[in-house]
């Protein structure tokens, strides 16, 4: 069955750390497969961008490492790496020296988007009196 190769391919890529592998049997994913695959490869990406900014140091291009990531979008690609700490250049450099110590697995935005609704309900919290 081609789904279930495809699955076998899949973990086999991901088990050795092979992020071209695995990304291109993300883009090239059968059926609803990828919907699946959506919900590993954050953390595929995150492994990629490590392993790519360890490999090409000092820089690569950011549009180089927003399609090895399988972003379709570079700016999406781009928008990603700033989001988990990386440091994209103006010149659409990725420089790797600088992101390798301030990569964060969760997304920065999200995580601030949390902060703050939880300082709003606790602002929103109205102490109840009896007096």
């Keep these: 069955d081609a789904f279930i190769a495809h699955a076998l391919k899949v973990r086999e890529a991901s088990a050795i750390g092979n992020y071209v592998s695995f990304f291109r049997l993300y883009s090239a994913a059968p059926g609803h497969s990828q919907f699946v695959m959506d919900t590993f490869v954050e953390r595929e990406r995150f492994g990629a961008l490590r392993k790519m900014c360890r490999v090409y140091m000092p820089s690569v291009p950011?549009?180089?490492?927003?399609?090895?990531?399988a972003f379709e979008d570079e700016k999406d690609g781009?928008?990603?790496?700033?989001?988990?700490g990386a440091v994209v250049l103006d010149d659409g450099m990725l420089d790797?020296?600088?992101s390798r110590a301030m990569l964060v697995e969760h997304s920065i935005s999200r995580k601030l988007?949390?902060?703050?609704?939880?300082a709003q309900r606790?602002?929103?919290?109205?102490?109840?009196?009896?007096?």
């Excluded at 781009?78 to 988990?84: E, F, G, N, Q, Y």
């Excluded at 988007?113 to 939880?118: A, G, L, V, Y």
């Design 78 to 84: 781009v928008h990603w790496m700033r989001d988990h």
């Design 96 to 98: 790797c020296k600088q």
């Design 122 to 131: 606790k602002a929103e919290i109205v102490p109840i009196s009896f007096a």
């Design 62 to 69: 950011a549009a180089f490492a927003a399609r090895q990531l």
């Design 113 to 118: 988007e949390e902060e703050r609704k939880e």
